[in-house]
């Protein structure tokens, strides 16, 4: 079992994601059975929560998390810089983040660390920035709870890491993040991105040392 001090999902918990897995009628279940994982085999018990959401799911997610024993201490708002354009009444310019932990089980604060408030006011990735994803996080918005729970060289868990933002911010911050993606574009597009931040050489595991570049040649996948 690997012990992580920070869980946090990335995934938003309204829109469609795909047709791979993602099936609105599961509702809680689906939700309960990825913190049911992370709990019996991926965190430590004095883990930090952290989930990026829609306002619209919030009944629903603290729902579950109560019912798995955590419960919903603060929430973060992001505050954009940009409203999103949307069909809605009012545009949308904020997005929420639960964070929390099991009952009992407070995670540390590291000394020494930054004070924040619950808004955090983060610029959105710009054009030239953004990878091939639709909803890019800034790298702050995972980048303040590493410093705030997690030691240099510490483990963070992400078990939906869409664009690959956990993983930069990991990178810039000194820690290791460990990520999960079940689309294979999205996790070509994290592996894209890491590789064009860092110039590292990055190796498929299991593969007998082949590269990324590697693979994609093998495949027929044209990188540029």
């Known amino acids: 079992m690997c012990a992580w001090p ?16 993602d099936d609105a009628s599961q509702g809680p279940e689906l939700y309960e059975a990825f913190i ?3 709990i019996d085999h991926a965190i430590i018990e004095h ?30 708002i992001w505050h954009k810089n940009n409203p999103v354009f949307t069909r809605t009444h009012y545009l949308w ?12 089980k407070r995670p540390q604060k590291l000394e020494g660390v930054e004070n924040v408030t619950t808004i955090w006011q983060l610029k959105s990735l710009a054009g030239n920035e953004r990878p091939e994803h639709p909803t890019p996080k800034p790298l702050e918005c995972f980048g303040i709870p590493m410093r705030q729970h997690v030691p240099v060289g510490g483990l963070c868990y992400e078990p939906f890491s869409g664009s690959g933002s ?3 911010a990991g990178e810039a911050n000194h820690r290791r993040v460990y990520a999960m993606e079940i689309s294979p574009v999205y996790v070509d597009v994290a592996v894209q991105r890491y590789i064009q931040a860092t110039g590292k050489i990055v190796y498929l595991d ?19």
Not at 206 to 224: H, N, P, Q, Y
């Open 166 to 168: 956990q993983i930069m």
């Open 93 to 104: 310019q904020h997005e929420p983040c639960f964070y929390g932990w099991m009952r009992g």
């Open 36 to 38: 049911k994982a992370a």
């Open 47 to 76: 883990a930090a929560w952290y989930c990026w959401h829609a306002s619209r799911r919030q009944a629903m997610l603290e729902g579950v998390w109560e019912k798995m024993g955590a419960f919903v201490h603060q929430q973060v």
């Open 206 to 224: 299991g593969s007998g040392g082949k590269t990324f570049e590697d693979v994609a040649a093998e495949r027929g996948i044209d990188l540029e």
């Open 6 to 21: 920070v869980i946090w999902t990335g995934r938003d918990w309204s829109d469609s994601y795909g047709t791979t897995w």
